[in-house]
Each structure stands twice: as C-alpha cells, then as structure tokens.
C-alpha cells in the first residue's frame, strides 16, 4: 500500500433542493474520497447560513475518520473551516479514543498521532440555549435500548420521532409497532475507500455513534426538533482492554464521556441518554414487560453489515452481541419465550462456551462489541438459575461450575 503523509478535509456542501450533503476528503490531493448524505427534503427548514455551515463542518470531521483510518497519515490539514485550540482537542480526543480498539488491533501506537491544526481567528460557537424539549428525536437501530428509550419517553407526552440512518425491513417492522413517525437518513460512503481495503489499507472499528450524534444535531437544526435522546447505558463507560497505558473502549463514543464533552462542543441541541443511569440489566426489565416488539428487535450486527450479504436469520447466534442479548434477557424470560425469539436456546450450543466466558470475565476480556460488564452478566445468570429452566444447558453447567 503507497504511504500518505497528509490527509485533507477538502470541501462540503448542502443541496436543500436534493437533501444531498456531499462530504470530500482527500490523501496527499491525490486519493480521493466522496460521501454522500440524503435527508428527505420533506420538511426541511430554513436556518441561518453560519448555524448550518457549523453543523455541516462537524459532520465533515467526525465523517473523515472513515477515510484517515486507511493510512492514518501524520499531518491533517482542513481546508473546509478552521478550529480553535480547544476545539482542536476535541478532535484530537475523539479520533484518538474513538479509534481505539481500531489502533490495538493494528498494533499501532496512537500516542501524538492525532493532531488536528489549529487557530487563535475561531469565532465562538453560541452559548447553549434552555429548551423545554418537546420535539424529541430518538434514533433507533431495531434493539432493546433504543425500544426503552421510546417506551419511556412515550409516558412524557413528548412529541416523539424516530430516526435511523439507512432504510432495512426490520426496523420499519420496529418503527409500525411504536405507531411513531420516522426520519430516514442515507449514507453513502466513497466506492474509493472500499477499493483501498481490497489494496490493503488500514481498516477497522470507528466510532459510529459519533458520527449518529453529529447528523443527529444536523437533522434537529434542519427538522425543527429540541432535543435528541440517545440511547446510551451506564456500562457503555467501561473499557475492554488497556494497551499502550490507555483503557480501550469500543463503546466509547456511547460512554458519559463522550456525552458530556459533546455537550459542551455543540450547544445547538439538547443531547442526553435517558438510560444513562441504568445497568443493561435494568434495561432488560424493562425490555422484557413490551412482548409485542419480541418477533421483531434484534442486536446482531450482522443484519447491518455494509459490503457482505446480509443474513435471513435476525440472529446469527454466534457472536458477542447475540450472547449477550440472549444472557440479558434469560434474567428475565423464560426458556420458551427466549427460543421463540432467538430460534433456539443458545445456552445449548457448547461452542459458545469460551465467548460466554469472556462475557463472564472469567477468559481474555470483555469481547469488542456493545455488551455488558462481566457482573451484569454473572447477575443475568444468578436470575435465571433462580428461575431454573435453564439449568440442565451446558452453558448454565459450566456457568455454576465456575461458581
């Protein structure tokens, strides 16, 4: 793969007309790269020029993490607006944080390599103002959490919309049940960087719940809504693993954090996590007493996959996530109505048993995925030993073995 020393925030741009947010990066003006966003044009408001160039420039950034990742080139240079000492910071936190468990995978060292530039001329972003937060939009990825977050915001009378980036089956089955309105957002990374994965660049995790905060704000700006409740829990805080004297978390861009830095970088919208403050347990309780999303929710990532076909099972029933929802949810489930959800009892499948010891703590660590903290998990399995309908499994034998 050619080594990259400079990698350029070009331009962006905003067609009302189209809803077509073009977003152009480059390495070393020669390797270039385009994305795309498509907002509906239904509804689109006007706002004023600086407010939106703002919220377009914070997509730029976050956006361009995608592309630096191929080569992380040592200089950054942006052409497409300019930061402050402190916002440069910012920056510097989120590529470096965000991208983690993507440098300890690579086996990079991530010390001093993020430097965004930057400049005493930087106008001020406007203080943030108090609002009662009536328009809330919540985006939602077809699981429990963001289930939750609705079901609870529901008993406020708050006026609610959905929203979710890229259009997939299950979560207009998930969106028809709640009986709210949904904000349909595509995006449509470059071709060329798909291309330079195939030549060997550099690829991996990115913080995509940053990326959903920073197009949540440009939806809110443009939609006319207040607030956006994300839905982010208290163990999403937790790293995995440290390497090179740092915590690596995957879930970083969904810790507290995350959160509170955002905060203060972008005063356009209220922005918080109405399940801050809640285990993955406490979630699950809750969760567990809506039945009519059961047939229709799932956490496997496999049905959001980008380059490979996805599967027609909503549960691959191999990976963290799926033994992890299926551990979460036995705390309060019972043996039929977690096979009818899962198509199968996973605590059947021996194989599992090495990753549902790392969810236990008790091998390697916490895998990389949004899943709960060793306790939670040990809590899941002290509840539905208690129930018992799950004690002749294997993967229940081994878990009160350990014990």
Known sequence: MKEYYTFIFDSFSFDPAKGSVELNYSLDDEEKFTETVILPTEGLQD??????DRALFNLHLIGGISYFKTCCPKTIKIR?????KEQADFWNTVYTKGL???FYRNKIDFHGLINFPSTDDVSKSPAQTEK??????????GGKDSIVTTEMLRKTGADLTLMRM???????QVAS???LPMLTVERKLSPRLFEMNEEGALNGHVPITGYLSFLNVLCTLLYGFDAIAISNERSASEGNVEYLGEQINHQWSKSEEFEKMFNEYVPEAKYWSPLRSMTELEIAEQFSKHP????LFTSCNCNWRITEDRPSDKWCKKCPKCAFAFVILSAYLPNETLTEIFDGNLYENESLIPLFKQLLGLEGFK???CVGTPEETKKAFDLAHERGDLDDTPVMQMYLSSQ
Do not use: N, Q, R, V
């Open 47 to 52: 706002i004023d020029k600086a407010t939106l």
């Open 80 to 84: 497409s607006g300019s930061l402050s």
């Open 100 to 102: 983690g468990e993507f």
């Open 132 to 141: 009662e937060s009536e328009k809330i939009l919540i985006p939602i990825g």
């Open 166 to 172: 890229g259009a997939h089956p299950l979560i207009d």
């Open 177 to 179: 049940i709640s009986g």
């Open 292 to 295: 009519e999303y059961f047939p």
């Open 367 to 369: 895998p990389f995925e």
